[in-house]
Structure formats: structure tokens, C-alpha cells
T-cell receptor, first 113, second 112 residues
């Protein structure tokens, strides 16, 4: 069965430090990959997506993610975290011929001043 | 402004009292979906719709109904709510099945 794993429930970083949020998926073919961010009391907002092509994708707010087929991973990175980045981050996988989007359980990012 | 609108934002009800959560999108999207969000479980899909009069079950459809009579609206119906349906619910829409989803702001439902 297809699945998405975000192994870190919480991550705390200092403002200005770099960030990497991990995402691993289980799927037989190349999936469509997404990262969403959820601020408190809000719906989810798309940060970036990967469908095909260049495996390093740029998103909004200075985020990027790299698709590594050999590791079945799609980790999210940011070189310098801002306090406003504190939120919950969800990795999601869309299957080629399905209308089902599978979400990971989320990683809550806390930013120390 | 392009948006997905859910109502109500907060709802407290009692076991067995039928309720409907409305969802409307103004982007002419074909695909709409309902998710529930629970701590530690992420978002799980309840139902989705590929177009008018076309709906299908997601991963956790039990206890829920949906309808898609018009392209813009996709209400979620709980015929007989139970406490295990206490959750945060999100409606989402997209242009196609794998286009990015646009989410509503959520409906927090409490069933006592």
C-alpha cells in the first residue's frame, strides 16, 4: 500500500539556522509530490510540487525540495529560517491514475528567537 | 478572490443530530475533496468528486455522505454524528486530480 512517512513529529531550530524536513514515500512508480504548510487556524497552503523534470524544485517563501528516487525521499529545505516559518508542514503524494492524495502525519516546526 | 469557503468554522453538536458542512469554490475546479485532520494522523481523505454527479470514497468514508449537484458546491453530510467524528475538517479543490489543492480554512466539529 502507498504511504508517506514524516519521521519527525517536532523540530526546533534557531532563527537564521538551516532547516531540513524529511519525507519518505512508498509507491511503485514516480509519484506527484507536494509540500504544504499549515499555519495555526488556517487551511493548507502549497509550498512546492514535483511532477517530473529537474529533481530540485523551488517553492515559495524560500523553500526548496529535492526528489531522490533511489531513497524514495522528497525532503524540504530552507537555508535560513525566519520566525514566521513556525507552522506545521505536510508532505503529500499523489498517485498517477488516482484522485487520492496521501498526506504524511506532519512535522511541527518551532523557531527559537 | 479565488477561494474555497467552508461553513461553519466551528460546530458543536450532539450524537445523532444530522448536520451538513458546506463547501463552495469559485475557481470552476472539477475536482473537490473532503479531508479530516486528527493529531498524529495527518489528513485523511473522506470522499472526493471528479465532477458533477461523480463521487467516490476516500480512505475513511464511514459515517459520511457527500453530493455534487453543482460544480461549485460539495457539502459533507453526517447523518448521525458520533463522538469519533470530532475532528477538524477541510474541503479542497483543484483543477485536475493532481493539480495543487486549494484548501478552505477548516471546520472544527465537536460531537458530544
Amino acid at each position: 500500500a502507498q504511504s508517506v512517512t514524516q519521521p519527525d513529529i517536532h523540530i526546533t531550530v534557531s532563527e537564521g539556522a538551516s532547516l531540513e524536513l524529511r519525507c519518505n514515500y512508498s509507491y511503485g512508480a514516480t509519484p506527484y509530490l507536494f509540500w504544504y504548510v499549515q499555519s495555526p487556524g488556517q487551511g493548507l497552503q502549497l509550498l512546492l510540487k514535483y511532477f517530473s523534470g529537474d529533481t530540485l524544485v523551488q517553492g515559495i517563501k524560500g523553500f526548496e525540495a529535492e526528489f531522490k528516487r533511489s531513497q524514495s525521499s522528497f525532503n524540504l529545505r530552507k537555508p535560513s529560517v525566519h520566525w514566521s516559518d513556525a507552522a506545521e508542514y505536510f508532505c503529500a503524494v499523489g498517485m498517477d491514475s488516482s484522485y487520492k492524495l496521501i498526506f504524511g502525519s506532519g512535522t511541527r516546526l518551532l523557531v527559537r528567537p | 478572490e479565488a477561494q474555497v469557503t467552508q461553513n461553519p468554522r466551528y460546530l458543536i453538536t450532539v450524537t445523532g443530530k444530522k448536520l451538513t458542512v458546506t463547501c463552495s469554490q469559485n475557481m470552476n475546479h472539477e475536482y473537490m475533496s473532503w479531508y479530516r485532520q486528527d493529531p498524529g494522523l495527518g489528513l485523511r481523505q473522506i470522499y472526493y468528486s471528479m465532477n458533477v454527479e461523480v463521487t467516490d470514497k476516500g480512505d475513511v468514508p464511514e459515517g459520511y455522505k457527500v453530493s455534487r449537484k453543482e460544480k461549485r458546491n460539495f457539502p459533507l453530510i453526517l447523518e448521525s454524528p458520533s463522538p469519533n467524528q470530532t475532528s477538524l475538517y477541510f474541503c479542497a479543490s483543484s483543477l485536475t486530480n493532481n493539480s495543487p489543492l486549494h484548501f478552505g480554512n477548516g471546520t472544527r466539529l465537536t460531537v458530544t
